[in-house]
């Protein structure tokens, strides 16, 4: 990924509404790759203390849009076509981070595997709790 590239990614990601709103750090972005982490807030948790599903559903889409944006060398946006979930265990845990990869970057279409684990603050003790397959469309 070149500098510029990263930046224009950093810049997106700073600006989002939906990222402050979550306080969510951008921990690494490379040509195909992104991981962002989310700290546990209550308005993100269900009764006893795991995340919920709607937080985790978010985290996917964002991060596999970012993973897609990433995949191409100019600036460009992307749109969701297809996720789906699978939610593997009780996202019991302080952080969610995730990590999205590019399976298959074409022209127009872009598909992105995104694992989904809870973890410490230092990163550490991860818990792998969802898997996902999303379907990006590249409209700019």
């Known amino acids: 990924m070149t500098p510029e590239k990263r930046k224009l990614i950093e810049e997106s990601f700073n600006r989002s509404e939906t990222l402050k709103f979550y306080n969510a750090s951008l921990i690494e972005s490379k040509t195909g790759f992104i991981s962002i982490k989310i700290p546990k807030q209550s308005l993100m948790t269900r009764k006893h203390g795991m995340f919920n599903g709607a937080t985790i559903s978010s985290l996917v889409d964002v991060s596999s849009g970012y993973a897609a944006v990433s995949n191409y060398e100019d600036d460009c946006y992307v749109v969701t076509v297809e996720l789906k979930v699978n939610f593997l265990n009780a996202a019991l845990g302080d952080n969610l981070l995730s990590k ?8 127009k279409i ?13 990163l550490t003790n991860e818990k792998h709790v969802a898997t996902s397959l999303v379907t990006m469309m590249r409209i700019k």
């Open 110 to 122: 872009c598909v992105i595997r995104t694992e989904i684990f809870t973890v410490n603050d230092d």
């Open 100 to 107: 999205s990869y590019v399976v298959k970057g074409g022209k």
